[in-house]
Every structure is written in structure tokens, then in C-alpha cells.
């Protein structure tokens, strides 16, 4: 599919010469020391930290798959969308732990409150499942969107995708990733946003729409006899999701480390969060506005996947595909440069300079850029395997982030806020459940050949296996912490609530005023209404 004219063309040639510009001017500017390039020497501002936040969350998978589930299924994914508050949850009750252990990843911290173990399982689980996971399906569905969208095919667009992030992910480390991204995300936003509005105006407004979609397509709380989105199961294993995504994993948290200061961090988080709104309706919206339009016969879907392609090539003149095209770009482009800097990252400061303390700043910079190398080669090795893969296994890694967050998530949480939970509690808690986890994903790719109790184990709702492997974890956590030692208080000083001294807790106090508070209750308020919106008390019922 063709969409672009040359004028588009010349959009998105404007727009790659304005990543040029911003990556070239971040090597200018970059030391050959770690901290400025892995965390962009940390001194980013509220603007730059929330921004690069919301382009490494959004990829091609919101841009156009969020649509296509919109179009088929409804409203009800708009629950993951929505976790603006658990961004929230990062800045106010995370985020003054993280910058006062100055750490640069989160497998530091936890060997910071536990142990060297628990650094060490969270650094090679991390990486595995980027690679296998945040690489390879980043690299694979960005170049079906490209190649589908933009008229490449399908090996041109991966090898271009590939190289030219993994270029400047390399030479300009963090700075440049995190200023791209602040251009990447406003680009993405703006030209869905007009997509949305000119949508809804050929449509004939929202009232048009509301009415011209199926009540059960608008409910956001299907019925506990849905089989695959029953409103208990996603309302509550998608806040297990989200703690773990948002709160405790490198590839979002390390955009918060890049901040000068805890009060610039925070107030990224509350940026963050309002751009975090924005998804539900730029992204799920038009895909109800696709299904709308179809029915009144003004365009054809191929399939649900094409609704935001569609629109696109229907509604928008020339010049507008071309910024369009950008937003799809920014937002391939931003989550890939996420990926391979965080696990440069982590293999650079949690594995080789464990092994090399001695190491000098300038050749850990060296060892940061070789391995984000070797990620973008083995994003590009695993591209022959990603393109024959079949639908099913694709449908399964979308729920294996169900599976990994419940242990990581507990140790996490619990950590924080009791200082009684110890390292051997974390580390049964962490290889307990990345077991039981595995052991889902490894059944449920074989299911057809089971029965009894091992189907029953492979075919549960993958929403009510999460929250089950969850309260495990907890009571796990918990278990093995209180029949093994208490830690030292000492040694987790600053690391707990109940740990950290008077003068740190005001310190942190001092970071924020009453602006921030109602700027984040804003927020929580905007959520709840558009929950009670799209529910059965609201237009749904």
C-alpha cells in the first residue's frame, strides 16, 4: 500500500534530517564517561524525561495494532493505555529511592536491597527477554508497519529500521536517545491527533460516532464470561503489568535516571502521565472511527489492522500522510533506540564491570557502544526467524509480560516498603516465579497435546494467571523472609520507608509543592472518568 506523494516524502525527509541534527549535536556534546553516556550525565529536565518516557512506551504496536484491536474487539485494551497513574506511582513512591542510591540500573538497586544474586538473575532475565522479546518483535512489526505502510519490503525496511537507530543509539549514547525522543513524541502525538480529529469530523463528530458503535464494543468491563477480557481479570492483573513496566523495569525507568535532580524526575513522571492519556484516544479512538465509517460505506477494511492505514490513505491530504508517516517512524524508531540503550546498559554496568571492576570509564563507554553493536546485530540476525513466525506465537508474546511481571514486581513493591523482606525471600520469589512463568509460556505453545491438569494450568485466562502468580509471589516473598534472618537496618539504610532517616525524607519533601499534587490528582480524575465513561453506568450501558 502506497500512500505517500512526494511532497510526504519530503516530510519525512525533513523529519530524518531533524534526527540527524539532534544526534549529531548530542555527540558533540557527549564525555567519554558512563554517566553521561548511559544516563545523559544526568542532567535532563522534566520535559525532555517525560517525552522520552512516552516515545520508548509507544511503538508500532499502538500506532497501528491498538487501532485494529479498537476495530475488532472495542475499547477494552484502553485499561493498559490508561496506567497513567502507575506512571504517577513511579515519580511519587519509586523514583526518591532510585536517585538517592544513585544507581544506574535496576538490577543495581536490587543489589543495593538485597543481594549480588538478585543483581545478577534480573540482569540476564532482562536482557533475554529484550532480545527475545522487545528486539525482535520492535524490529519484526516495525517492518510489516513499514513495508505495508510506506511501500518498502519487508527486508529493506527491517535492515533500514535497524541500522539507522542502531547508529545513533551507538555514537550519541542516552543524550542523543532521549533528546530524539522528545522530538519522536511530540511528532507522534500531533500527527495521530490530527488523524483523530479529521476522522471524527468526516464522521460526523463524537455523538456520531458513540451511536454508530456496538455497546459492547464501548464497555471497557466485559462480563466475567468473557473469555478473554473478563473485567476482573484485566482490572486487576493490569496494574501487576503496569508496576512492573512502569515502575521497576530499565527500559522506562533509566529515562528518569537521566534527570538532573529527584524534583526534575518526578515532574517527568507527571508530564508523562498526561501524555500517557493521549493513546486511548489517538490510537483506540480511530479505530472506532474506522468500524463507523465502514458501516456507513464511506471506506473498505481489508482487516482490523488496516483500520489506521486506511484512514490515513482516505482522509488525509498530502503533506499530512508525510507527517503521519514521521509519527510512525518516531515511534518505531524511539522504542528501538530505548531497547538497544538499555541493554547496553545493563550489560555494560551490571555484568562487565561486575566482572572488570577495574575497568576505566572511557573503555566501559567502548564495551556500552560494542554492545549496543551486538544487539542491533542480533536484532537483524533474528529477523529471518521473526518473519516466519506464525500468528499464534506472536498472539503469545504479547502475554508474556503477564508472566514475567508478577515476581519482579513483588520483590519490588515488597522491597520498598518492608524492611523485613530479606534476599532470600527475593531470589526464591524471583526464580520461583520466572520458573512457573516459563513453565506457562512453554505449555501453553503446547497445548494441544496436553489434558487434565497441565491443559487446565495452560489454558487459564492468561489475566487471572497473572494476578494468581502475583498473590504467590507475595505470600512467597513474605514466607521465606520470615523464617530467614532479618537484614541488617544498616545496610538498607535509605532503601525503605521505614530506613530512611528524617533529613533524607525532607529533602525529598522539599522536591515537590502543592502544584504537583494537583496536577497529579488531575490525572487520577481524568482516568476514572473516562472509566465511569465507558462502562455500563456511561455510554455503554
Known amino acids: ?134 528486539v525482535s518483535v520492535t524490529v519484526y512489526a516495525g517492518a510489516v508497519v513499514i513495508a505495508s505502510f510506506m511501500g518498502f519490503d519487508f527486508w529493506t525496511s527491517a535492515m533500514v529500521l535497524v541500522v ?101 524526575a518526578r515532574r517527568g513522571t507527571i508530564f508523562a502521565a498526561y501524555l500517557k492519556l493521549f493513546p486511548f484516544f489517538i490510537f483506540l479512538i480511530p479505530g472506532l472511527i474506522a468500524t463507523a465509517l465502514t458501516a456507513q460505506g464511506k471506506i473498505e477494511l481489508a482487516s482490523a489492522d488496516s483500520a489506521f492505514p486506511t484512514l490515513v490513505k482516505t482522509l488525509l491530504p498530502n503533506g499530512l500522510r508525510g ?24 550489560f555494560t554496568m551490571d555484568i562487565y564491570k561486575k566482572m572488570r571492576p577495574e575497568t576505566p570509564e572511557k573503555n566501559l563507554v567502548t564495551v556500552g557502544r560494542i554492545a549496543t553493536a551486538v544487539v542491533v546485530g542480533l536484532g537483524i540476525l533474528w529477523i529471518p526467524l521473526m518473519s516466519g513466525i506464525s500468528g499464534v506465537l506472536y498472539k503469545y508474546l504479547q502475554s508474556v509480560q503477564s508472566y514475567l511481571a508478577p515476581p519482579i514486581a513483588a520483590v519490588f513493591l515488597l522491597g520498598i516498603f518492608s524492611k523485613r523482606i530479606n534476599a532470600h525471600g527475593a531470589m526464591a520469589t524471583l526464580v520461583a516465579g ?38 504467590f509471589c ?11 534472618e532479618k537484614p541488617a537496618e544498616e545496610r538498607i539504610k535509605g532503601l525503605t520507608f521505614a530506613t530512611t532517616v528524617l533529613e533524607d525524607r525532607e529533602k525529598s519533601r522539599a522536591t515537590w509543592n502543592a502544584k504537583d499534587v494537583v496536577l497529579s490528582l488531575i490525572v487520577v480524575l481524568i482516568i476514572i472518568s473516562v472509566f465511569v465513561y465507558f462502562s455500563p453506568l456511561g455510554v455503554a450501558g
Open 474 to 484: 507475595i505470600l512467597l516473598l513474605v514466607g521465606v523472609s520470615l523464617l530467614t
Open 434 to 471: 520466572a520458573l512457573i512463568g516459563g513453565l506457562r509460556i512453554f505449555l501453553e505453545l503446547n497445548k494441544e497435546s496436553l489434558s487434565g491438569f497441565l491443559y487446565q494450568f495452560a489454558t487459564l485466562n492468561f489475566l487471572y494467571f497473572c494476578i494468581a502468580l502475583f498473590v
Open 323 to 346: 507527517l503521519i508517516a514521521g509519527g510512525l517512524l518516531a515511534a518505531l524508531m524511539s522504542s528501538l533506540a530505548s531497547v538497544f540503550n538499555s541493554c547496553s546498559t545493563l
Open 164 to 264: 539507522l537507530t542502531g547508529l545513533y543509539t551507538v555514537l550519541g549514547g542516552m543524550r542523543a536517545v532521549v533528546y530524539t525522543e522528545s522530538l519522536q513524541a511530540v511528532l507522534l502525538i500531533a500527527g495521530s491527533l490530527i488523524l483523530t480529529i479529521i476522522g471524527l469530523h468526516e464522521l460526523g463528530g463524537w455523538d456520531a460516532m458513540i451511536s454508530a458503535t456496538p455497546k459492547a464494543k464501548l464497555n471497557m468491563f466485559p462480563p466475567l464470561s468473557d473469555p478473554d477480557f473478563p473485567w476482573a481479570g484485566i482490572l486487576f492483573a493490569s496494574p501487576i503489568v503496569g508496576l512492573w513496566y512502569w515502575c521497576t523495569d530499565q527500559y522506562i525507568v533509566q529515562r528518569c535516571l537521566t534527570a538532573r535532580d529527584e524534583q526534575q
Open 1 to 134: 500500500m502506497e500512500l505517500l506523494s512526494s511532497l510526504d516524502w519530503a516530510v519525512v525527509a525533513v523529519y530524518f534530517i531533524a534526527i540527524g541534527g539532534i544526534a549529531i549535536w548530542s555527540m558533540k556534546r557527549k564525555k567519554e564517561t558512563t554517566q553521561e553516556y548511559f544516563l545523559a550525565g544526568r542532567n535532563v529536565g522534566w520535559f525532555v524525561v517525560g517525552a522520552s518516557i512516552l516515545a520508548s512506551n509507544v511503538g508500532s504496536e499502538h500506532v497501528v495494532g491498538l487501532s485494529g484491536t479498537a476495530a475488532e474487539s472495542g475499547l477494552v485494551m484502553g485499561h493498559y493505555e490508561l496506567h497513567s497513574w502507575i506512571v504517577l506511582l513511579l515519580g511519587w513512591v519509586f523514583i526518591p529511592f532510585y536517585v538517592r542510591s544513585g544507581v544506574f540500573t535496576m538490577p543495581e538497586f536490587l543489589e543495593r536491597r538485597y543481594n549480588s544474586s538478585a543483581r545478577w538473575f534480573l540482569s540476564v532475565i532482562s536482557l533475554l527477554s529484550y532480545v527475545l522479546t522487545k
